[in-house]
């Protein structure tokens, strides 16, 4: 009786494991598809990408598309824009979230609690109400198509200062207390001992900031016109007509643009799902 128990124990979770390993090739299907899709229209002809029904695989296979997108568009300006913009902001962002989450995880002083969320309610703001005011300010610096007008309003981040703030809140007191002992002031402590200690965190935000700088497209659609100053998601805007589109050679610009993250997300993903997975370790 025992035995017969005991396979239908095996048996059940064979099932359970069927059905969970289905429902997640399934999500991955979901996930996949689209960028299968956008590959298969970026090597088709325009006549193929218009014509009804849709076809899926390519009648003749257009590796041409991705050599009409550098005559199109200054593609390799537009990348050069791109990493120095997304380089720019990640740094800037990783200097001035890990200071103002330090002091807000390790130091104690009047309004601490009462500040933090002021700053936290920053996310609860559409991103899209900042954009007047920051074109107001950009164009009064004399910054609309400079690198500088792209990366300046990104340098900090509330989101970015919580995220490192979990870190150092789960740092264990022991370590200031032996570094103040042998003489450390806060900015050591927190330079040398601190830091270090919040890698996966600080790898999570790097990760997460080229990410969102990479696509991000509504801020440099505003405060870029030129496009040897555009970054490539506001330059692959521009190869959308009012009333014509080129959807493969679109698609061809949409795949050499994401590459480079896709590459660098498949090299990372380890770190980034470690740093993500310890944020919540202590609030």
């Known amino acids: 009786m025992r035995d017969g128990a005991m396979a239908g124990s095996r048996s059940t979770r064979r099932r359970g494991t069927a059905a969970t390993h289905l429902v ?7 996930m996949v598809g689209p960028f299968i899709w956008e590959l298969l229209t970026s090597l088709k002809t325009f006549s193929e990408t218009t014509h009804l029904p849709l076809t899926f695989l390519p009648h003749r296979w257009q590796w041409s598309n991705y050599v009409r997108v550098f005559e199109q568009l200054p593609f390799r300006q537009m990348f050069l824009n791109t990493v120095l913009m997304a380089a720019g902001r990640t740094f800037a962002q990783l200097v001035f979230c ?25 996310l609860m703001v559409p991103s899209q109400l900042f954009l ?3 074109y107001v300010i950009i164009q009064d610096l004399g910054w609309v198509n400079t690198l500088q007008g792209l990366i300046v309003p990104g340098m900090f981040s509330a989101f970015g200062t919580f995220l490192l703030r979990q870190f150092f809140l789960a740092l264990p007191h022991d370590i200031e207390e032996a570094a103040r002992l042998d003489g450390a002031n806060a900015f050591q402590i927190f330079l040398r001992i601190a830091l270090p200690l919040a890698k996966p965190g600080l790898l999570a935000l790097t990760i997460l900031t080229v ?6 497209l ?31 050679l679109l698609m061809a610009g949409s795949i050499m643009a994401t590459a480079p993250m896709i590459v660098a997300f498949i090299i990372l993903q380890r770190h980034f799902i470690q740093g993500i997975a310890f944020t919540g370790a202590k609030g």
């Open 132 to 134: 007047i005011p920051q």
């Open 98 to 122: 890990s200071l103002a989450a330090y002091a807000f995880a390790r130091m104690r002083f009047r309004g601490n609690n009462l500040l933090f969320g002021l700053f936290l309610s920053v």
């Open 211 to 216: 990410l969102w700088s990479w696509n991000d």
């Open 24 to 30: 997640l090739i399934a999500g991955a299907v979901v």
């Open 218 to 248: 509504m801020y440099p659609l505003v405060v870029t016109t030129d496009p040897s100053a555009m970054p490539l998601s506001a330059g692959l805007a521009t190869l959308q007509g009012e009333h014509f589109t080129d959807y493969s």
